[in-house]
């Protein structure tokens, strides 16, 4: 058997393959692909998936491309910009693609995924504080690199833990801190770069009229043209740059003209590209390669947080927080508050926070700007609530505190993008920038705009730079909210034009700000802009109708139309022609809005592709492939009930395969996923309509009996154990059943634990002397295959003066669920909670060793059947550990903990309710150190990982497990999960419950 860490990402066309799944191109661009597949050595996919799958972003847009190139080098690139060229295809490089503005989707564009392959980080120099990076890098990856020098790359969005460095050069992109670091053209020193010819070329400082200067300019090239050109433009336009340009720290409207001429620190004036492809959103060129300056990270900082009843009276005191030299002033208003209390991931972090806030300025000091930092708060403090009009301050020193605060501010986006319904705060007029100091009169400003239109809007972010994310809640699928985004806008950029703003601060122009750069820069200025772009792309196909655009097809550019006109309401995801069908379905949806609706809840930001924190998205982590991620599964989703795709097709086994068998079910998304699409209800929901269409296999109808097998597994030990090891078992079971031949069959005990409580004469607490009472669910694998698990809980419950019982249930359900049969799950359930009813309404707890099956009875159960009993149930079933936490059990228990220090490993199911922690907290107070480590799933998943088709998978993912495991350094691994025990049983863990049975002081 491979051990885990001997497994690398699994790329979907060797899954592909190993299924026989076929994915033909779309015959429209099938020349296009055979010609690319000649030309690149990445992998080339123009089939209609892909298709959808890179048709969306992080925007209110949608558009498909002719198909996608993953270049795994500066090579790919040019190779395919040549065939592209060969085509006349138009040409969109994309990094994460959570861009807010439709930078990264385009009609027909060939797009060029730099994100899987080219994401090296090529050289650090700590001395000079430069790195040298691809474009594909993941800005948080960069950064964790960075910090064992102690230095970071400045700019932080919020999205820094998927989005990639290409793509924030590409928008010029800043974060919260812009405030002391200013935005990304500051810090892209210089670049590679691929024009729309194939054209590489080396943007950098070059001398005006140097001999550098004049080696290049002498030439008869496309690099000389491109100088030339860009010199003659900022020489002639001086005088409109300097009147026109917003004095803004963030300003990233247009093209960087004001900024790529300049005197360096030599006094020598200079012309550098590098600065013109930052913000241009690969409308220039697609950059390869990129050199930036870094800056030390302070050793300290501390967070105050002043909350106000007026949202006017936070932004009246901006001015007043810039005054203290700050490294961060945020905004949150109530919406933000709202719907964090409302969201299961986010409501702890919104607890600390007053309910009457109306708005809340968030001021950050670090140690590089004070050197005390308690007194850089308490100051805060007194300018805001003793002396301002602030009613409230909470400081966060310590970094878990600040770590919550700012999670909260991160998450504001799509938190917003959660709210019930059609309407939704959209983004499309959310980043405009103002000078600080006039933020309150702008805002009033823009408040009499939402009155005219009879909407409302959520304020945040980035207060300290004069820009606010004000998003207008509108209904994008009628024509009414159409036409009032697009009279919305054209106010309030006359608004920011009054307030001598820029139209973006931060995310850009793309589909939804276009069209308004000739309002912000004038007739003379906007000449200039399509002339620079002509210079660099003469047929205008790199990523067109983005930053600029032409009036007409005689207008400056080729002698065609592409290129031509901007308008913010095409290209729409939804829009008044969208219409989706709402299934009738076996569980409960009406908390989500009904199955569309929770389909629909995906806003494409994004979260499910990061990798460094939390469980969402084990499968991409695995593969890192756009399918395998909660976004590409529910934007396949969506384009099958809104008809974009044939009314049959998600009952192929493509779909199934592709889309639908690559989740693990693990619910990290219902948690983790900021708009709570819970993708593992949605998988079981259509698994159950595909099953009584086209019926299921041998295989899904064992896995949903698990319980049957293993009983008879358990009544025939050891003989069955023997011929579960014999010679050729694995191979037999991989060619009938379809489970993998690499995996070790259970080894079932022949005793079951239910067995073992009924034999030792039950219950051993007298009713009389017990302080609680505790029915401990005998669950499949603690009964069949881990029954010392089982014994230790009982042991544990009954030395806390628990009276235990252990009754015969039938199986919780989860399994079938799992696999789709939800009409089995219902019948275990109602069964369960018939049986168990009686109990909890006399008093009794439930407890379950069991994490998953105790996450089944407190959520599942509630939306397969509508019994008051199960809500009874639900409100009273607990993971043991959580029980002992929850109930002070450990008050009564002395404990003589070995001293070992412990890496725990909580189950995904438990995280997607909130509980994982109480396991790690019983074991600290036992005496054990104890590591909680935030790890994702562990590849297993139930039966997951006994399929043959997804071995490879499983131990991808189980090898990034076994990665943060090892850098825990620590004596023994535990952990709740059967299926996790089953995945690491080369660490041979042990559940918390048997690690507190060994520390009982008898």
């Known amino acids: 058997m491979s051990s885990p860490t001997d497994v690398g990402p699994v790329g979907l066309d060797d899954y592909r393959e190993s299924l026989g799944i076929d994915a033909p191109d779309d015959p429209v661009n099938a020349a296009l692909a055979d010609d690319l597949r000649a030309a690149c050595d990445g992998a080339v996919r123009f089939d209609e998936y892909t298709q959808i799958l890179y048709a969306t972003d992080g925007s209110v847009y949608q558009a498909r491309p002719a198909g996608v190139v993953f270049p795994t080098d500066a090579g790919d690139v040019r190779a395919a910009m040549s065939v592209a060229a060969d085509h006349g295809a138009p040409v969109l490089p994309r990094g994460a693609g959570s861009s807010l503005a439709g930078q990264s989707v385009g009609p027909g564009c060939v797009v060029l995924d730099c994100s899987r392959h080219m994401d090296a980080i090529l050289d650090v120099d700590p001395d000079a504080e430069r790195a040298t990076v691809q474009p594909g890098v993941v800005q948080d990856d960069l950064d964790a690199r960075l910090a064992e020098h102690g230095l970071k790359f400045a700019p932080d969005p919020a999205s820094s833990n998927r989005a990639t460095v290409g793509g924030g050069i590409g928008n010029n992109s800043t974060g919260a801190h812009s405030v002391r670091y200013g935005i990304t053209d500051a810090y892209v020193e210089s670049c590679e770069a691929v024009l729309a010819d194939g054209t590489r070329i080396r943007a ?93 990270v302070p050793e300290e900082t501390a967070l105050g947080l002043y909350c106000f ?52 300025l968030m001021v950050e000091f670090d140690s590089e700007g004070h050197d005390d930092l308690e007194a850089a708060v308490a100051d805060a403090a007194a300018e805001f609530v003793d002396s301002g009009a602030a009613f409230d301050a909470l400081a966060a020193h310590d970094d878990a505190q600040q770590a919550r605060l700012w999670k909260l501010r991160k998450a504001a986006i799509p938190l917003l993008m959660s709210m019930e319904g059609d309407p939704k705060p959209y983004p499309f007029i959310e980043d405009a920038s103002v000078p600080p100091e006039e933020l309150a009169e702008y805002v009033q400003g823009f408040m009499g705009v939402l009155e005219a239109h009879d909407t409302s809007a959520a304020y945040f972010a980035h207060a300290g730079s004069g820009t606010l994310h004000i998003r ?6 009628d024509d009414e909210g159409i036409q009032k985004m697009q009279s919305i806008a054209e106010d309030v950029t006359s608004l920011v034009l009054d307030h001598r703003g820029s139209f973006s601060g931060e995310h850009g122009d793309g589909l939804a700000r276009t069209q308004f750069n000739p309002k912000l820069y004038g007739p003379e200025l906007w000449t200039a802009f399509k002339e620079l772009k002509t210079a660099f792309d003469p047929d205008w196909r790199l990523n067109p ?54 389909v629909e809840l995906c806003n494409g930001c994004g979260t499910c592709r990061q990798t460094d924190s939390d469980v969402m998205c084990p499968s991409y982590r695995g593969m890192d492939e756009e399918i395998a991620t909660t976004r590409g599964r529910a934007n396949m989703l969506r384009a099958a009930i809104s008809g974009e795709l044939p009314p049959e097709e998600i009952f192929t086994e493509r779909f199934q395969r592709e889309v639908l068998d690559l989740c693990l079910g693990c619910k990290g998304c219902q948690s983790d996923c900021p708009t709570g699409v819970d993708l593992a209800k949605l998988k079981a929901e259509v698994k159950h309509r595909y099953h009584e269409r086209e019926g299921a296999g041998l295989r899904e109808r064992l896995f949903a009996e698990a319980d049957r097998l293993l009983r008879v ?69 603690t009964n069949y295959v881990y029954p010392e698990t089982g014994r230790a809980a009982v042991a544990v419950l009954e030395a806390a003066g628990v009276r235990v019982a252990v009754p015969d249930l039938a199986p919780s359900g989860r399994a079938a669920y799992s ?13 369960n909670v018939g049986a168990l009813a009686p109990r909890v309404r006399e008093g009794w707890s439930v407890c379950y060793v069991e994490p998953s099956d105790a996450a089944m009875t407190r959520d599942e159960y509630l939306d397969l059947i509508d019994d008051p009993d199960a809500d009874r149930l639900a409100r009273n079933a607990y993971g043991v550990c959580e029980y002992l936490d929850r109930e002070s059990a450990l008050d009564r228990l002395d404990f003589e903990a070995p001293d070992d220090r412990l890496a725990y490993h909580g189950h995904c199911n438990q995280k997607a309710l909130g509980t994982d922690g109480h396991a790690a907290e019983v074991l600290r107070r036992a005496g054990y150190e104890v590591e909680a480590v935030d790890s994702g799933c562990c590849g297993m998943a139930g039966s997951f990982g006994y399929r043959a088709e997804h071995y490879d998978l499983s131990q991808s993912i189980a090898g990034l497990l076994s990665d943060q495991l090892r850098d825990a350094d620590a004596d023994a691994v535990v952990a709740p999960g059967a299926s996790c025990r089953t995945q690491l049983a080369d660490r041979r863990p042990a559940h918390p419950i048997e690690r507190l049975a060994t520390a009982l002081d008898r």
């Not at 299934?583 to 809005?593: D, I, L, M, R, Y």
């Not at 060619?735 to 409580?757: I, T, Y």
């Open 819 to 831: 696999e789709g049969f939800l009409d089995l799950a219902r019948e275990r359930a109602e069964a």
């Open 713 to 781: 597994g358990s009544a025939l030990a050891p003989v069955s154990n023997w011929l579960a090891n014999a010679p050729g078992t694995g191979l037999i079971a991989e060619k009938v059943a379809g489970v993998a031949r690499e995996r070790d069959l259970p080894e079932f005990a022949d005793q079951s634990f239910a067995s073992w409580f009924g034999s030792r004469g039950g219950p051993r607490i007298a009713p009389e002397d017990a302080v609680d009472r505790v029915v401990l669910v005998p669950d499949t694998f």
């Open 204 to 296: 950098r400082e070059v001398v005006l009229d140097g001999p550098e200067w004049e080696a290049i300019v002498a030439r008869d090239d496309r690099e000389a043209r491109v100088y030339r050109t860009v010199r003659g433009l900022v020489e002639d336009n001086a005088e409109e740059i300097d009147a026109r340009y917003p004095e803004l720290k963030r300003s990233v409207s247009g093209y960087n003209l004001h900024k790529c001429v300049y005197e360096n620190d030599a006094g020598e004036r200079c012309l550098n590209l590098a600065k013109l492809f930052v913000g241009a959103e690969g409308t220039l060129g697609v950059v390869v390669e990129a050199t930036l300056s870094l800056v030390s």
């Open 309 to 360: 009843s007026d949202l006017v009276e936070a932004m009246a005191a901006v001015p007043d927080a810039l005054d203290l030299d700050p490294s961060a002033v945020e905004l949150m208003d109530e919406a933000v508050f709202r719907l964090a209390r409302e969201s299961s991931e986010y409501a702890a972090y919104a607890e600390p926070i007053p309910a009457d806030a109306a708005a809340a």
């Open 545 to 598: 109708g983005k930053v600029v655009f032409r009036e007409s097809p005689a207008d400056v550019g080729p002698d065609a139309d592409r290129g031509v006109g901007a308008d913010m309401r095409e290209h729409l995801r939804y829009g008044p022609a969208y219409a989706s069908l709402e299934p009738s379905t076996e569980q409960e949806f009406s908390e989500e809005g009904g199955f569309s609706h929770l």
């Open 472 to 477: 207008p809640v509108l209904n994008l699928k």
